[in-house]
């Protein structure tokens, strides 16, 4: 059973910064696998923020948030984070941490929501102006 366990959201004004954390545990992540930060806003679709896979490949980043924010993983504790700078009021949403399975990865555009079957229970940030 794969646990994804979320911290750092919180309240922010405008043009502060915002660091979350995603620590996974419980099945045998080794070399190979990729994670990924989304967010949903209330009454707007899930979207993809950054995803990242092993070895620092197949990096993205919604355009809305590049320049901004920075994803990395650590691949020996098996921990992602994404540091957010610059925040705007349109940032805020919850956001989701998500994991694929142990071996995949991931190649080519933006991956979607489906293909990171774990994901762990949110993290709230709110910016405000």
């Known amino acids: 059973q794969v646990q994804l366990v979320e911290s750092g959201g919180g309240s922010v004004q405008a043009g502060g910064s915002l660091r979350l954390s995603c620590s996974a545990s419980?099945?045998?992540?080794?070399?190979?696998?990729?994670m990924a930060w989304f967010r949903q806003a209330p009454g707007k679709a899930r979207e993809g923020v950054a995803t990242?896979?092993?070895?620092?490949?197949?990096?993205h980043y919604a355009d809305s948030v590049k320049g901004r924010f920075t994803i990395s993983l650590d691949n020996a504790k098996n921990t992602l984070t994404l540091q957010m700078n610059s925040l705007k009021p349109e940032d805020t949403a919850m956001y989701y941490c998500?994991?694929?399975?142990?071996?995949?990865?991931?190649?080519?555009?933006?991956?979607?929501?489906?293909?990171?079957?774990?994901w762990g229970q949110g993290t709230q940030v709110t910016v405000s102006s």
């Open positions: 990242v896979c092993t070895g620092g490949g197949n990096l």
């Open positions: 419980g099945d045998d992540y080794r070399s190979t696998y990729c």
């Open positions: 998500a994991i694929t399975a142990p071996g995949v990865r991931l190649w080519g555009a933006f991956p979607a929501a489906a293909d990171f079957p774990y």
